[in-house]
């Protein structure tokens, strides 16, 4: 399914542009907080015990691999931005077939068709 329809490919354009400000915002957001907690961190290490540091290096490990979520969400939209601009939105990149139109509607980053997204998941298990 390849935008042809300019008011259509604009939609889909906003609707994508407007996910990556918000993830982008949801990153710096995150990215502050973490500042901040290793401020107060900075100034409340006397009297730690292992279970203390423990628990602060699981924390550290839980912000960063949010962060790393946030980033590969973000990646996808501007990919998907990419490949609107490119003319291939809405195509399968591994197949060339068209996406269904529900699953854009669910979700618009996605690059591949339900077929090609059920065979590498089975190969990835």
Do not use: N
């Given at each position: 399914?390849?935008?042809?329809?300019?008011?259509?490919?604009?939609?889909?354009?906003?609707?994508?542009?407007?996910?990556?400000?918000?993830?982008?915002?949801?990153?710096?957001?995150?990215?502050?907080?973490?500042?901040?907690?290793?401020?107060?961190?900075?100034?409340?290490?006397?009297?730690?015990?292992?279970?203390?540091?423990?628990?602060?290096?699981?924390e550290?490990?839980?912000?960063?691999?949010?962060?790393?979520?946030i980033?590969?969400?973000?990646?996808?939209?501007?990919?998907?931005?990419?490949?609107?601009?490119?003319?291939?939105y809405?195509?399968?990149?591994?197949?060339?077939?068209?996406?269904?139109?529900?699953?854009?509607?669910?979700?618009?980053?996605?690059?591949?068709?339900?077929?090609?997204?059920?065979?590498?998941?089975?190969?990835?298990?």
């Amino acid at each position: 399914m390849l935008i042809e329809d300019a008011t259509r490919a604009e939609q889909i354009r906003l609707t994508l542009q407007a996910r990556v400000d918000e993830l982008t915002a949801e990153f710096e957001a995150e990215r502050e907080r973490g500042h901040l907690l290793r401020l107060v961190e900075a100034h409340d290490t006397a009297g730690d015990d292992q279970a203390d540091s423990g628990s602060k290096a699981a924390e550290h490990d839980t912000f960063r691999s949010v962060l790393g979520v946030i980033d590969d969400r973000r990646t996808q939209y501007e990919h998907a931005l990419a490949r609107l601009a490119a003319g291939d939105y809405g195509a399968c990149e591994g197949c060339a077939a068209p996406i269904p139109l529900e699953r854009l509607e669910i979700f618009p980053a996605a690059t591949s068709c339900v077929a090609c997204k059920q065979t590498r998941e089975r190969r990835a298990a």
